[in-house]
């Protein structure tokens, strides 16, 4: 099992930034793939934002490239989301995302807030 505990969310004016953090705590294999996606207000499906895998290779939705930048401390099994010119609709809850020997595994959830 893992557990994946993030940190970071909150309310910012548009223009501004935050960080995300996702920190992996259990059984943590050193091939996976981490990421986060985003749930927007009004029902709307869990979307892909970013991901990045263990050669540190990422994938970014084209909604969010050149704003947000996605990497990870391995030896602090973490995963930072760091999101710059927040736009109203990043407002969104997002979901720290790790993938490892074939089983997903999802955080909790924070919300973030971009409004003025």
């Known amino acids: 099992q893992v557990q994946l505990v993030e940190a970071g969310g909150g309310v910012v004016q548009p223009g501004g930034s935050l960080r995300l953090s996702c920190s992996a705590a259990g059984i943590i294999c050193s091939v996976d793939v981490r990421g986060w996606y985003r749930r927007a207000p009004a029902g709307k499906q869990r979307e892909l934002v970013a991901t990045i895998d263990s050669t540190g290779k990422t994938n970014y939705a084209d909604s969010v490239k050149g704003r947000f930048t996605v990497s990870r401390d391995d030896a602090k099994n973490t995963v930072y989301l760091q999101m710059n010119t927040l736009k109203p609709e990043d407002t969104a809850v997002y979901y720290c995302?790790?993938?490892?020997?074939?089983?997903?595994?999802w955080g909790q959830g924070t919300q973030v807030t971009v409004s003025s």
């Open positions: 995302y790790r993938q490892q020997s074939g089983a997903g595994y």
